[in-house]
């Protein structure tokens, strides 16, 4: 073709890039097996076969990992593990530069066997895969270096059992491995099965730059091998990113078993346009949202909320700009998408599309034509979608969107809500008021305004709700990886059954201070819904009757909990008065609490009573300092770390220091602007009706803090079925930390549950910055600016 005609044409010629060297080297690897304890191992049990899905070419074979194979890098981590952690963080570091230096160095090796084994093309696995993945090993050498500095009084896990799926292969794997060995973890990992590729050339890049034996470990494999690692007792973490259907399964597997659990699942993340921004900018942010990698992105903006008075005009600039997108060969540098993973995942898509349009959706496509062989799927979206139908609630993880317009910033931040993920979000307004307004207001864990799909290893990535929970990148990915030193071993013993109110034991004639306990729901007291009541031994006998609370209790002070939204809005500073303020009138009444914490029998009244009020000082302190950060990411861009409280948080208080233990962990929650649903101590609830005295008097709004009483764990499976509790506390016995782990499984909430007895008066258990952080979420929301 001449010059004149290429101009005259405009159109692209072929730019393919070489795959020579990654051919060369998939020839010299035909069968996968395992990199265990620093070698490689070839596999004991069956093999499948590694697809290229552009071209339907068998590349290799690829080892389904047993259980014994598990087993062995396990034996592999736990041995190597105790010398890494005793390195010096420095030398940990220039490990992780040497990883981050020997990608760079074979930076197009990776890029194209990324291409090969996951169908992305290759300006994506050029542009972003890769230099990522780099990116993540030096930000993470980093905190190899600063470790000691920035996490005092922490320690690794242990051995971490990492399960990654097959949509970013090789960035999955930085962002699971750098932090772990930073912290001093070693690594156990399972590439899926359909993309190992990249992972095996990793390791190889472990042994060329003298990584110690059994730090770094690989095992190929599906489900069930992912299933084995998990089970393993020999893992003290374990950081799943997938399905959520999968991370349902390996919550409820893990439960009770003292694993660290993160999860990184699906979403269904919202994209909304508003009249006020910059069109053809959010145009292209569409095909950043949900055309980049084939939509196969856990937080592709997959549901495009468009405001009603620019509708037409956006979806025709976005129809005009999906028919120019080209598809074909991934290979090809001129090439905007490439094939989705698998047939079978195309043949997925193609039936939740159907069902779309059976369900009365209109379905546009863009008029590509697909090549011959290979598993492709045209980009589109879809018109005329309902919120409640299954294209507009299901996870597609194909090209296509669905769109809805609204009218009102309200309606655009009930719609984005409107679903059980809350991965990421991305608002595109040129006025910054309405932006930010709904970047508060959205649940989800990333949020872009104007712009999409921005990563970077400094900005914590990670979901709300049923898109998981867990932090990968910057400081809160780093807390994930370690552990506050352990406190004590001792394990807490259940509370003795719940005495009956008998006749005999009706009336407390031998106390002085005679109380019958109500609940303490939506700002009032209320009597059990069942009418119930038991009896509560002190040093010397009967001491009163508590209110036994049931299930209906716990949905109203739920309820309750749900309306008083105005807590998490209020400043810092009148949170930290309202606590103050709790002291002063708990200070008031010291000699009284004392009394009754005598009566009750516990080791130290006065001094519990006193680290109480210190406390609730300690936190009113926290309450306007617990800072988020401005994190250093690209250039031009602000990116904000908040701590964002959970909202409804439930918390089953431990069965001693009915005073102390209670409030150490309610001071927190609402020092962050959580709404609270606490259940006393089981065996010494009394304590709970002062409070709730001390409560009524300290300007807390109605509903703000709940107490319930009863039997422990029984409200605390309750709570951890309820889908309208975002988050639990439960320091209870082990068998109810396995219960309240499981059940949790339902909406994913996460769980904070401790066996283990804690020292409330030693301030180095009963207090600090790990209740702060506990109480939080990290909202990471980016904002580019530039004109
Ligand atoms: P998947 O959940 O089936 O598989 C993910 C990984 O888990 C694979 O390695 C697989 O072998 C393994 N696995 C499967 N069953 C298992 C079991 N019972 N026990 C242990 N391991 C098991 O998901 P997929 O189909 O490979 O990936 C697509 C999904 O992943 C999408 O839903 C997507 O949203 C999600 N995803 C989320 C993120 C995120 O960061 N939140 C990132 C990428 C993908």
């Given amino acids: 073709m001449s010059i004149k005609e290429i101009m005259q044409t405009m159109d692209y010629g072929p730019a393919p890039e070489s795959a020579t060297d990654a051919q060369t080297w998939i020839a010299a690897h035909p069968v996968l097996g395992h990199f265990i304890n620093g070698r490689f191992v070839a596999p004991e049990g069956a093999t499948v076969d590694v697809v290229n899905p552009a071209t339907d070419a068998v590349l290799a074979q690829v080892a389904i990992g047993t259980e014994a194979e598990v087993d062995a890098a396990v034996k592999a981590a736990r041995t190597a593990q105790a010398k890494w952690a005793a390195l010096p963080g420095h030398d940990r570091a220039r490990y992780l530069y040497a990883m981050a230096r020997h990608l760079q160095k074979r930076e197009r090796l990776f890029a194209v066997l990324e291409v090969l084994d996951n169908g992305k093309t290759i300006r994506e696995t050029r542009d972003i895969d890769v230099p990522l993945a780099a990116r993540h090993f030096y930000h993470h050498a980093g905190w190899a270096e600063l470790l000691a500095d920035e996490f005092p009084g922490h320690t690794p896990l242990g051995v971490c059992g990492q399960i990654i799926p097959w949509n970013f292969p090789l960035l999955m794997l930085a962002w699971k491995i750098a932090p772990a060995l930073a912290a001093g973890n070693t690594v156990v990992l399972k590439p899926a099965d359909l993309t190992p590729l990249t992972a095996y050339a990793f390791a190889q890049l472990c042994v060329e730059i003298g990584l110690p034996p059994g730090v770094v470990n690989i095992v190929n494999g599906d489900g069930s091998t992912g299933a084995a690692l998990a089970g393993h007792p020999g893992i003290a973490k374990l950081a799943f990113t997938g399905s959520t259907e999968v991370g349902r399964i390996l919550r409820r597997q893990t439960a009770g078993s003292g694993k660290k659990l993160t999860l990184e699942l699906g979403g269904k993340s919202p994209f909304i346009v508003f009249d006020d921004a910059d069109l053809d900018a959010a145009v292209e942010g569409v095909v950043d949202a949900i055309w980049f990698n084939q939509g196969e992105v856990c937080c592709a903006g997959s549901r495009i909320l468009v405001q009603e008075s620019v509708a037409e005009r956006f979806l025709a600039k976005m129809t005009a700009r999906m028919a120019k997108l080209r598809l074909g060969d991934p290979l090809d540098k001129t090439m905007d998408m490439g094939a989705v993973i698998s047939h079978r995942q195309r043949q997925r898509i193609e039936a939740l599309l159907a069902a779309g349009e059976a369900e009365g959706a ?24 309902a919120p409640a139908q299954t294209v507009s609630q299901t996870e597609i993880f194909g090209p296509i969107a669905t769109t809805l317009t609204f009218r009102t910033p309200d309606e655009a931040a009930l719609l984005a809500n409107d679903t059980r993920y ?44 049923e898109s998981g929970f867990g932090r990968e990148g910057g400081r809160a990915g780093m807390l994930d990886y370690v552990a506050p030193k352990a406190k004590s071993g001792a394990l807490r013993a259940a509370p003795a059954p719940l005495a009956p ?29 069942g009418g119930q009541s038991y009896s509560v031994t002190g040093k010397a006998g009967v001491i009163g009757q508590a209110a036994l609370a049931g299930r209906k209790d716990v949905r109203n002070a739920v309820e309750a909990a749900g309306k008083a939204t105005g807590w998490g809005g209020v400043t810092a500073h009148n949170r930290a008065q309202v606590l103050y303020f709790m002291a002063e009138n708990l200070a008031q009444r010291e000699t009284e609490f004392t009394a009754a914490l005598t009566q009750a029998g516990t080791p130290k009244p006065q001094a519990e009573v006193q680290a109480t009020i210190r406390r609730a000082f300690w936190y009113a302190a926290w309450a306007d300092k617990f800072d988020g950060r401005v994190t250093a990411t690209k250039s031009s861009h602000v990116t904000l770390t908040v701590n964002e409280p959970f909202g409804t948080l439930g918390i089953v208080a431990p069965d001693e220091a009915p005073l102390l233990g209670l409030m150490s962990l309610i001071l927190p929650a609402l020092a962050m602007g959580n709404r609270v649903v606490a259940v006393a101590s089981q065996s010494q609830p009394l304590i709970a009706a002062r409070l709730y005295q001390v409560f ?21 499976k309750t709570l951890a079925d309820h889908d309208d509790v975002a988050a639990l506390w439960y320091f209870g016995a082990a068998n109810g930390v396995a219960a309240v782990e499981s059940a949790s499984a339902g909406n994913l909430k996460p769980v904070w549950a401790e066996a283990g007895l804690r020292d409330w008066l030693d301030p180095a258990q009963g207090l600090g910055m790990e209740f702060l952080t506990r109480a939080t979420q990290v909202k990471t929301i980016w904002m580019p600016y530039g004109v």
């Fill in 362 to 385: 209109t379905l546009h496509r863009a008029p590509c034509p697909l090549p011959a062989k290979g598993s492709y799927v045209a980009p589109g979206f879809f018109t005329g979608t």
């Fill in 422 to 465: 809350g991965l990421a979000a991305s608002i595109w307004s040129e006025n910054l008021n309405r932006a930010i307004d709904l970047a508060n207001r959205v649940k989800a864990g990333v949020i872009w305004i104007n712009g999409t799909n921005f990563f970077d290893a400094a900005a914590p990535f990670g979901g709300m709700r």
């Fill in 501 to 529: 109110v008998s006749p005999a034991l009706g009336k407390a004639e031998r106390s002085p201070i005679d109380v019958t306990a109500k609940l303490y729901i939506g700002g009032k007291q209320a009597r059990a819904d």
């Fill in 696 to 716: 009524e008097t300290s300007d807390i709004p109605a509903g703000a803090v709940n107490l319930l009483t009863g039997d422990s764990d029984s409200l605390a």
